[in-house]
């Protein structure tokens, strides 16, 4: 069951060498922190010097895992993966670390991102003879890492990743090491710790390494490989990083834990930044802002502050209800966001209210959440949106739909206003969204601008790869 119209998370990846702890339990925890990164599926592979064992399953972190298939998971290199569906459909063939054996030994991988040159590169894994599995791109990244030329593992990573093309941050295991790649594009966050009992981690985002213990937390820089060890860590600039860098915006905007840093800056930070610019950009007369909670809070802080109009709550989500597997019933789903949400009346009767969102994709929850701010007795409500409209999709690894699934790419925003019902609707401009950030380059924009970073095919979508393989 769906949330809320958001961009869907990617995936969280993380990597542990640990030479003095059970390493599948910290392996566990950190999944567990990455968990808003991805619900459908999680897997930990760990490797005791020999061999590399794998537990994997769809399910939340907490469903896949218990005391029996941790147990067995023994030795102090792990990497491990929460999992949403981007390339390839969501079934538990396509779950997380892949592992393979091959003439130097077993490896595994967990890949964040998607390659734009995927279909491409199956087929000349298909071409070599070798059977594929899964309908995942990393499966393709495990499968040509198996048969790369190179004297050692370090060598083959470097030698496949100028053929990979778009976005990849990897953790990968062998035997006796775990290393952490990233693409030189720099689309999705990687960061290694130090780890307080000796050795280093490796995870999608600084939240989920500091939740370990992790101090001297660094990024991956775009077109390393880097080997975690117990005493420094082995850094080799592997290839050049890209003339442009184009780092994902939307982890400010949406993805990331509000307690990360990307690209160096603290997202609570930048959240609020984007709020007070929105309330630069689009003030109003109201006697209240509030939040769609959770991401939105630091926004709705940010206008408050900068409008003087007082901040309060004026819904309340129902932070356990997660997603579930378990279908609800047809009078159920017609309650839709009522689910999620319940709207605060007291906080909200006669009141114009200014409602802060991160973003608005299909345009399914927008709606919804007016009509209960409506039956809480609000009088007016004007909508802020925390980025630029979405109107093109993203085939770097986030699913946002195709094009006529994206409501800006359809509607004009006079009818997005009229669709959802609000009294006034804003988005935040490129230029005061960048102003928040606070970097003038490096991001990349390509679903507000539609002008990508790299070569993409605008026909794909996220099953794309699937239908290219049939
Ligand atoms: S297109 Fe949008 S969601 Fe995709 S990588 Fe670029 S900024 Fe992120």
Known sequence: MEDK???SEECGILGIFAPNEAVSRMAFFGLYALQHRGQEAAGIAVADGTAIRIHKDVGLVAQVFNEGNLAPLTGHYAIG???YSTTGSSSKRNAQPFLIETQFGPIAAAHNGNLVNAAELRQEVLKRGVGLYSSSDSEVITMMLA???GD???????????????????????RDQVYAVRDPWGFRPLSVGRLPSGGHAA?????ALRTLGCNSIREVKPGEIITLSNTALRVRQAIPPAPQLARCTFEH???????S????LLVHEVRQRLGEELAREAPVDAEVVIPVPDSSIPAAIGY???SGIPYNDGFIKNRYIGRTFIQPTDSLRQQGVAMKFLAIEENLRNKRVVVLDDSIVRGTTSGPLVRLLRDAGAREIHLRITCPPIAHPCFMGVDMGTYEELIAHRLTLEEIRDHIDADTLHFLSLDGMMRAIGRPSGYCNACFTGVYPIDVDAQGTKTGFEKAIA
């Open 147 to 149: 048969g790369a030329e």
């Open 304 to 306: 408050a502050r900068t």
């Open 152 to 174: 050692t593992w370090d060598d083959r990573i470097r030698n496949c990743m100028p053929k990979w093309r778009g976005a990849y941050s990897l953790v990968i295991l062998t």
């Open 261 to 264: 840093f990307w690209d160096g």
């Open 81 to 83: 993966h929460t999992r």
């Open 203 to 207: 995870a999608s985002e600084s939240g």
């Open 5 to 7: 119209d958001v961009p």
């Open 253 to 259: 905007i949406y993805f990331s834990r509000p307690d």
